[in-house]
């Protein structure tokens, strides 16, 4: 492996209200940890609150600041620093939920999340979206189209979860995350885009 490629970088990584891919997105979190990357953690208020059947947000919080070694960021306050400072390399959310991506779309900044979005691309920096929603074929598939084709902003590959029972649902592959991340750094979008189906009984989008 060649220099270039061992590169560490400071990585955003925004998590959103999705809960059912908690489990999977802390795997990722582990990986990049391990591979050497400062990651740090960016919650949005849905995520600080609210408690489930997949877990307790306090608990899940207190685990994702164990894996990284960082305080996470919780206010929109402290997410706005990220656009004058420009301490991030990229910025990740995921899970990105359908109500993220219409915020985002209309350039509405009232969660941790979507600050630190509208603050670190004003530099110019790569942005990748994990999808998840079950309206993606839906509502919010206007807002795909939107910010697929905006500058700077990187999807990882998703596909379609539970085609029978919810045919409009579609939730980024989150094990490709981490080579999603290496081609935005690179000024390109890892293909295909759109990898469907899922594998029968996998995890699909919760909200």
Known sequence: MGKEEQRTHTIGFAITGSFCTYDK???????????????IPIFSDKAQQIDCRFGIAKEFIAQIQEITGEKGIFSIQEAEPIGPKA????????????????????????????????????????LVIAVSTNDALGANLKNIGELIKTKDIYFVPFGQDDPDRKPKSMVAHVDLIPATIQEALEGRQLQPVVQSPFPTGAQGACH
């Open 25 to 39: 997105i802390k795997t990722v979190i582990q990986q990049l940890s391990r591979e050497g990357h400062r990651v």
């Open 87 to 126: 301490y991030l390399d990229i910025l990740v959310i995921a899970p990105c939920t359908g109500n993220t991506m219409a915020k985002l779309c209309a350039g509405i900044t009232d969660s941790p999340v979507l600050m630190a979005a509208k603050a670190h691309l004003r530099n110019e920096k790569p």
